[in-house]
Nanobody, 127 residues
């Protein structure tokens, strides 16, 4: 069982930045694949970014160049740095863990490939 806890959400203005954090339990964090997903009101959950066990990163086209995913294995934490936020980025952001090794964009962006999920953190971007 892996437990996750997100933090760092909040209310910001368009163009601002936020950094989300997700702390995970587990002694083999460095081998986990970590993903960030989001869900806006009335919409399906969608992929945002992922970093796999070999530190390869993947991004949704809508966030490329503005969002950066990273991990600190000494702190069992994954981060999502979000710059240039837009009102359409408003959503609940979830981090997720895959204990298996995911390879390639398709599997890393597939929410069904992740085994554990955090409770989510709200990000609201005002115009």
């Amino acid at each position: 069982q892996v437990q996750l806890g997100e933090s760092g959400g909040g209310l910001v203005q368009a163009g601002d930045s936020l950094r989300l954090s997700c702390a995970a339990s587990g002694r083999t964090f460095s081998s986990y694949g970590m993903g960030w997903f989001r869900q806006a009101p009335g919409k399906e959950r969608e992929f945002v970014a992922a970093i796999n066990w070999s530190d390869t990163t993947y991004y949704a086209d809508s966030v490329k160049g503005r969002f950066t995913i990273s991990r600190d294995n000494t702190k069992n934490t994954v981060y999502l740095q979000m710059n240039g936020l837009k009102p359409e980025n408003t959503a609940v952001y979830y981090c997720a863990v895959s204990v298996g090794r995911l390879g390639g964009f398709i599997t890393n962006s597939d929410s069904g490939k992740y085994d554990y999920w955090g409770q989510g953190t709200q990000v609201t971007v005002s115009s």
